[in-house]
Protein backbone atom coordinates (compact mmCIF):
# COMPACT_ATOMS: atom_id res chain seq x y z
CA UNK A 1 0.00 0.00 0.00
CA UNK A 2 1.30 3.34 -1.00
CA UNK A 3 0.44 6.36 1.00
CA UNK A 4 1.70 9.81 0.77
CA UNK A 5 2.77 11.56 4.23
CA UNK A 6 3.93 14.78 4.57
CA UNK A 7 7.30 14.70 5.23
CA UNK A 8 8.25 11.89 2.71
CA UNK A 9 6.80 13.85 -0.04
CA UNK A 10 8.94 16.96 0.93
CA UNK A 11 12.17 15.17 1.23
CA UNK A 12 11.48 13.21 -1.67
CA UNK A 13 11.18 16.97 -4.24
CA UNK A 14 14.38 18.90 -2.04
CA UNK A 15 16.22 15.41 -3.89
CA UNK A 16 14.27 15.94 -7.44
CA UNK A 17 17.19 16.70 -9.76
CA UNK A 18 14.32 17.28 -12.40
CA UNK A 19 12.79 19.74 -10.76
CA UNK A 20 16.25 21.87 -9.92
CA UNK A 21 17.55 21.16 -13.21
CA UNK A 22 14.11 22.06 -15.07
CA UNK A 23 11.29 22.91 -12.78
CA UNK A 24 9.19 20.16 -13.13
CA UNK A 25 9.10 16.17 -12.43
CA UNK A 26 6.84 13.56 -11.85
CA UNK A 27 5.53 10.75 -9.20
CA UNK A 28 4.02 8.11 -10.90
CA UNK A 29 1.81 5.59 -8.60
CA UNK A 30 -0.09 2.79 -10.80
CA UNK A 31 -1.20 1.26 -7.68
CA UNK A 32 -2.34 3.87 -4.92
CA UNK A 33 -4.47 3.11 -2.39
CA UNK A 34 -4.68 5.17 0.45
CA UNK A 35 -7.63 4.23 2.74
CA UNK A 36 -7.12 6.93 5.41
CA UNK A 37 -7.77 10.45 5.18
CA UNK A 38 -4.19 12.12 5.93
CA UNK A 39 -4.09 16.25 4.69
CA UNK A 40 -1.00 17.16 3.54
CA UNK A 41 0.72 19.71 0.91
CA UNK A 42 4.35 20.65 -0.68
CA UNK A 43 5.69 24.17 -1.29
CA UNK A 44 5.58 24.13 -5.04
CA UNK A 45 2.38 24.12 -7.38
CA UNK A 46 1.35 20.29 -7.46
CA UNK A 47 -1.10 18.64 -10.22
CA UNK A 48 -2.65 15.68 -8.68
CA UNK A 49 -3.90 13.87 -12.14
CA UNK A 50 -5.69 10.65 -11.20
CA UNK A 51 -5.65 8.64 -14.38
CA UNK A 52 -7.77 5.69 -13.38
CA UNK A 53 -9.47 4.55 -10.29
CA UNK A 54 -12.47 5.81 -8.02
CA UNK A 55 -11.89 7.90 -4.86
CA UNK A 56 -12.85 10.93 -3.01
CA UNK A 57 -10.43 13.95 -3.21
CA UNK A 58 -10.12 15.97 -0.13
CA UNK A 59 -9.17 20.00 -1.00
CA UNK A 60 -9.17 22.48 1.44
CA UNK A 61 -12.54 21.99 3.00
CA UNK A 62 -14.19 20.57 -0.12
CA UNK A 63 -14.36 16.73 -1.30
CA UNK A 64 -14.62 15.67 -4.66
CA UNK A 65 -15.73 12.23 -6.28
CA UNK A 66 -12.92 11.01 -8.38
CA UNK A 67 -12.98 8.48 -11.77
CA UNK A 68 -10.18 9.47 -13.44
CA UNK A 69 -11.21 12.42 -15.77
CA UNK A 70 -9.90 15.18 -13.67
CA UNK A 71 -6.99 17.28 -12.64
CA UNK A 72 -6.54 19.02 -9.33
CA UNK A 73 -4.32 21.79 -8.80
CA UNK A 74 -3.05 22.92 -5.87
CA UNK A 75 -0.92 25.77 -5.02
CA UNK A 76 1.84 26.22 -2.50
CA UNK A 77 1.10 24.42 0.51
CA UNK A 78 -2.47 23.85 -0.21
CA UNK A 79 -3.33 21.03 2.26
CA UNK A 80 -5.25 18.15 0.03
CA UNK A 81 -5.22 13.78 -0.15
CA UNK A 82 -7.01 11.20 -1.98
CA UNK A 83 -8.70 8.50 -0.38
CA UNK A 84 -9.15 5.74 -2.39
CA UNK A 85 -12.37 2.98 -2.68
CA UNK A 86 -9.57 0.70 -4.18
CA UNK A 87 -6.09 1.06 -6.54
CA UNK A 88 -6.39 3.72 -8.35
CA UNK A 89 -3.47 5.21 -10.98
CA UNK A 90 -2.05 8.71 -10.27
CA UNK A 91 0.44 10.92 -11.37
CA UNK A 92 1.53 13.97 -9.97
CA UNK A 93 3.12 16.13 -11.98
CA UNK A 94 4.94 18.89 -9.00
CA UNK A 95 6.21 22.63 -10.97
CA UNK A 96 8.23 25.08 -9.38
CA UNK A 97 7.35 28.49 -11.04
CA UNK A 98 9.41 30.29 -8.45
CA UNK A 99 12.27 29.32 -10.35
CA UNK A 100 11.93 28.75 -13.67
CA UNK A 101 9.41 30.58 -15.79
CA UNK A 102 6.66 28.26 -17.38
CA UNK A 103 6.58 27.98 -21.46
CA UNK A 104 5.06 30.35 -23.39
CA UNK A 105 1.72 29.24 -24.37
CA UNK A 106 -0.20 29.90 -27.15
CA UNK A 107 -2.78 32.51 -28.28
CA UNK A 108 -5.07 32.98 -25.57
CA UNK A 109 -4.02 30.90 -23.40
CA UNK A 110 -1.34 32.62 -22.47
CA UNK A 111 -3.78 34.54 -20.38
CA UNK A 112 -4.89 31.28 -18.74
CA UNK A 113 -1.75 29.32 -17.72
CA UNK A 114 -1.16 32.03 -14.64
CA UNK A 115 -4.38 31.75 -13.67
CA UNK A 116 -4.19 27.65 -13.26
CA UNK A 117 -0.58 27.90 -11.94
CA UNK A 118 0.07 30.73 -9.75
CA UNK A 119 3.52 32.34 -10.72
CA UNK A 120 4.53 33.12 -7.42
CA UNK A 121 2.95 32.37 -3.44
CA UNK A 122 2.55 35.93 -2.63
CA UNK A 123 -0.27 36.03 -6.08
CA UNK A 124 -2.36 33.23 -3.87
CA UNK A 125 -5.91 34.04 -2.73
CA UNK A 126 -8.71 31.76 -1.76
CA UNK A 127 -9.96 31.24 -5.25
CA UNK A 128 -6.92 30.33 -6.90
CA UNK A 129 -5.09 28.32 -3.72
CA UNK A 130 -6.97 24.63 -5.24
CA UNK A 131 -8.70 24.33 -8.88
CA UNK A 132 -10.30 21.52 -10.28
CA UNK A 133 -10.32 20.73 -14.17
CA UNK A 134 -12.86 18.05 -15.38
CA UNK A 135 -10.95 16.47 -18.30
CA UNK A 136 -13.00 15.67 -20.71
CA UNK A 137 -10.22 13.47 -22.94
CA UNK A 138 -8.70 11.80 -20.26
CA UNK A 139 -7.01 9.24 -22.84
CA UNK A 140 -4.68 11.70 -24.31
CA UNK A 141 -3.66 13.65 -21.49
CA UNK A 142 -3.14 10.12 -19.88
CA UNK A 143 -0.51 9.28 -22.63
CA UNK A 144 1.13 12.75 -22.38
CA UNK A 145 1.69 12.08 -18.43
CA UNK A 146 3.14 8.61 -18.72
CA UNK A 147 5.57 10.23 -21.82
CA UNK A 148 6.64 12.33 -19.86
CA UNK A 149 7.18 10.44 -16.87
CA UNK A 150 9.11 7.68 -19.15
CA UNK A 151 11.11 10.54 -20.47
CA UNK A 152 11.81 12.30 -17.24
CA UNK A 153 13.04 8.80 -15.55
CA UNK A 154 15.23 7.57 -19.14
CA UNK A 155 18.19 9.24 -18.86
CA UNK A 156 18.48 9.06 -22.18
CA UNK A 157 20.61 11.59 -24.71
CA UNK A 158 18.22 14.75 -25.13
CA UNK A 159 15.81 13.56 -22.77
CA UNK A 160 15.54 16.72 -21.39
CA UNK A 161 14.32 18.49 -24.43
CA UNK A 162 12.16 16.07 -24.94
CA UNK A 163 10.43 16.50 -21.81
CA UNK A 164 10.26 19.93 -21.95
CA UNK A 165 8.38 19.39 -25.67
CA UNK A 166 6.24 17.03 -23.51
CA UNK A 167 5.57 19.07 -20.53
CA UNK A 168 4.49 22.24 -22.85
CA UNK A 169 2.17 19.92 -25.17
CA UNK A 170 0.88 19.10 -21.31
CA UNK A 171 0.18 22.30 -20.13
CA UNK A 172 -1.83 23.44 -23.75
CA UNK A 173 -4.07 20.34 -22.93
CA UNK A 174 -4.58 21.48 -19.74
CA UNK A 175 -5.48 25.13 -20.75
CA UNK A 176 -8.02 23.52 -22.88
CA UNK A 177 -9.24 21.41 -21.19
CA UNK A 178 -9.79 24.45 -18.55
CA UNK A 179 -11.29 26.51 -21.16
CA UNK A 180 -13.69 23.62 -22.94
CA UNK A 181 -14.80 22.31 -19.72
CA UNK A 182 -14.74 25.01 -17.00
CA UNK A 183 -12.82 25.23 -13.67
CA UNK A 184 -14.56 24.44 -10.12
CA UNK A 185 -12.92 26.22 -7.13
CA UNK A 186 -13.69 25.42 -3.47
CA UNK A 187 -16.69 27.59 -2.48
CA UNK A 188 -17.43 29.03 -5.35
CA UNK A 189 -19.87 32.14 -5.72
CA UNK A 190 -21.96 32.26 -9.35
CA UNK A 191 -22.13 35.95 -8.67
CA UNK A 192 -18.70 36.68 -7.59
CA UNK A 193 -17.30 34.42 -10.23
CA UNK A 194 -18.48 36.41 -12.85
CA UNK A 195 -16.90 39.41 -11.31
CA UNK A 196 -13.42 37.31 -10.57
CA UNK A 197 -13.20 35.95 -13.98
CA UNK A 198 -14.18 39.58 -15.76
CA UNK A 199 -11.36 41.00 -13.79
CA UNK A 200 -8.84 37.83 -15.07
CA UNK A 201 -10.18 38.70 -18.22
CA UNK A 202 -9.81 42.88 -18.67
CA UNK A 203 -7.07 43.43 -15.97
CA UNK A 204 -5.94 46.00 -18.85
CA UNK A 205 -8.89 47.68 -19.00
CA UNK A 206 -10.04 50.59 -16.45
CA UNK A 207 -12.65 49.45 -14.23
CA UNK A 208 -14.95 50.99 -12.49
CA UNK A 209 -16.77 49.76 -9.26
CA UNK A 210 -20.02 50.79 -9.99
CA UNK A 211 -19.97 48.70 -13.42
CA UNK A 212 -18.46 45.14 -11.44
CA UNK A 213 -21.26 45.69 -8.91
CA UNK A 214 -23.84 46.11 -11.63
CA UNK A 215 -21.96 43.03 -13.30
CA UNK A 216 -22.83 41.18 -10.40
CA UNK A 217 -25.87 42.43 -9.42
CA UNK A 218 -25.09 43.44 -5.94
CA UNK A 219 -24.44 47.10 -4.38
CA UNK A 220 -21.08 48.70 -4.62
CA UNK A 221 -20.21 48.42 -0.32
CA UNK A 222 -21.55 44.56 -0.23
CA UNK A 223 -19.42 43.54 -3.48
CA UNK A 224 -16.58 45.15 -1.51
CA UNK A 225 -17.42 43.34 1.35
CA UNK A 226 -18.38 39.72 -0.12
CA UNK A 227 -15.53 40.14 -2.63
CA UNK A 228 -12.81 40.32 0.10
CA UNK A 229 -14.45 37.71 1.75
CA UNK A 230 -14.28 35.21 -1.68
CA UNK A 231 -10.59 35.83 -2.56
CA UNK A 232 -9.17 37.05 0.54
CA UNK A 233 -8.14 40.32 -1.67
CA UNK A 234 -9.93 43.58 -1.94
CA UNK A 235 -11.47 43.99 -5.82
CA UNK A 236 -8.70 46.56 -6.14
CA UNK A 237 -5.81 44.74 -4.78
CA UNK A 238 -7.21 41.48 -6.67
CA UNK A 239 -6.48 43.52 -9.93
CA UNK A 240 -2.92 44.85 -8.87
CA UNK A 241 -2.43 41.18 -8.49
CA UNK A 242 -3.59 40.32 -11.73
CA UNK A 243 -1.46 43.68 -13.35
CA UNK A 244 1.28 41.98 -11.81
CA UNK A 245 1.26 38.49 -12.40
CA UNK A 246 0.94 39.66 -16.33
CA UNK A 247 4.28 41.89 -15.70
CA UNK A 248 5.85 39.06 -13.94
CA UNK A 249 5.49 36.77 -17.21
CA UNK A 250 6.35 39.12 -19.34
CA UNK A 251 9.49 40.15 -17.31
CA UNK A 252 10.75 36.33 -17.33
CA UNK A 253 10.03 35.71 -20.55
CA UNK A 254 10.20 38.73 -23.01
CA UNK A 255 12.99 41.61 -23.86
CA UNK A 256 10.03 44.08 -23.80
CA UNK A 257 11.55 47.39 -22.07
CA UNK A 258 10.03 47.98 -18.64
CA UNK A 259 8.18 50.71 -19.62
CA UNK A 260 6.04 48.51 -22.14
CA UNK A 261 5.81 45.87 -19.98
CA UNK A 262 4.19 48.48 -17.41
CA UNK A 263 1.32 49.68 -19.84
CA UNK A 264 0.64 46.32 -21.18
CA UNK A 265 -0.18 44.83 -17.89
CA UNK A 266 -2.23 48.21 -17.18
CA UNK A 267 -0.75 50.39 -15.26
CA UNK A 268 -0.64 53.11 -16.64
CA UNK A 269 2.22 55.22 -14.39
CA UNK A 270 5.49 53.50 -14.10
CA UNK A 271 6.38 54.62 -11.02
CA UNK A 272 3.43 53.40 -9.09
CA UNK A 273 4.31 49.81 -11.14
CA UNK A 274 7.96 49.92 -9.74
CA UNK A 275 6.90 50.75 -6.43
CA UNK A 276 4.30 48.42 -6.14
CA UNK A 277 6.34 45.32 -7.70
CA UNK A 278 9.05 46.10 -4.74
CA UNK A 279 6.24 46.29 -2.06
CA UNK A 280 5.17 42.95 -3.02
CA UNK A 281 8.40 40.99 -4.39
CA UNK A 282 10.93 42.81 -2.23
CA UNK A 283 12.71 43.37 -5.70
CA UNK A 284 12.55 45.88 -8.19
CA UNK A 285 11.29 44.70 -11.91
CA UNK A 286 14.92 44.87 -13.39
CA UNK A 287 16.34 43.03 -10.75
CA UNK A 288 13.73 40.26 -10.73
CA UNK A 289 14.35 40.16 -14.88
CA UNK A 290 18.01 39.70 -14.30
CA UNK A 291 17.57 37.34 -11.41
CA UNK A 292 15.37 34.98 -13.25
CA UNK A 293 16.73 35.12 -16.87
CA UNK A 294 20.64 34.48 -15.63
CA UNK A 295 21.74 31.03 -17.18
Known amino acids: MLTMRPKANLER ?11 FDTRHYPDYENPTKRMHGVDVVLLSCVLDGRGRHFLGHEVF ?38 PIMPGAFQSTLPQLISLDPRLANRSNRIIRIPIGSPQSMRETLLLLHRELRSG ?8 VHLYTSF ?14 RPAADERLERVRLLLDERFTDRLRLDDLAEHAGMSKTYLCRKFRDYTGRSVFAYLVDR ?18 IAVESGFSDLGFFNRTFRSRFDTTPGEYRSRVQAP
Open 13 to 23: LTSSQSLRDLG
Open 65 to 102: VEDGTSISIVNYGQRHDIVTDGPMDVMNLFVDPTRYPL
Open 156 to 163: RHAYEEIA
Open 171 to 184: LIRLCREAVDNGVT
Open 243 to 260: RLESAMHRLRTSDEKIAA
